[in-house]
């Protein structure tokens, strides 16, 4: 019933920039917060970013000056732009969004983008 999309993963080089995006679609009532995390060799996902309806944001600190998140409540999309990255910045992302559905039970429920590869090459 709802669908995580994210795009614009990719390989650059240390320094540069890339621009993260994930829309919720689906029957949606709301989109309550959403966020990026990133998983690299590991089962441990990390917290990135996040990003509250009315705009509160919250960052990690190894990524605080240097990515930004931001939502566009009309298309229910998230995006992160990530810039000065890093090799230590090569994960697998994941976009996140706590949201309620207009059928079913009334619960604010997380779910899950198929994530997107970022590789940061020295």
């Known amino acids: 019933q709802v669908q995580l999309v994210e795009s614009g993963g990719g390989l650059v080089q240390a320094g540069e920039s890339l621009r993260l995006s994930c829309a919720a679609s689906?029957?949606?009532?709301?989109?309550?917060?959403m966020g990026w995390y990133r998983q690299a060799a590991g089962p441990q996902r990390e917290l990135v970013a996040t990003?509250?309806?009315?705009?509160?944001?919250n960052y990690a600190d190894f990524v605080k000056g240097r990515f930004t998140i931001s939502r566009d409540n009309g298309k229910n999309t998230v995006y992160l732009q990530m810039n000065s990255l890093k090799p230590e910045d090569t994960a697998v992302y994941y976009c996140?969004?706590?949201?309620?559905?207009?059928?079913?039970?009334?619960?604010?429920?997380?779910?899950w983008g198929q994530g997107t590869q970022v590789t940061v090459s020295s």
């Open positions: 689906g029957n949606i009532a709301r989109v309550n917060a």
């Open positions: 990003i509250t309806s009315g705009g509160s944001t």
């Open positions: 996140n969004a706590n949201l309620r559905l207009r059928v079913g039970l009334p619960l604010d429920l997380n779910y």
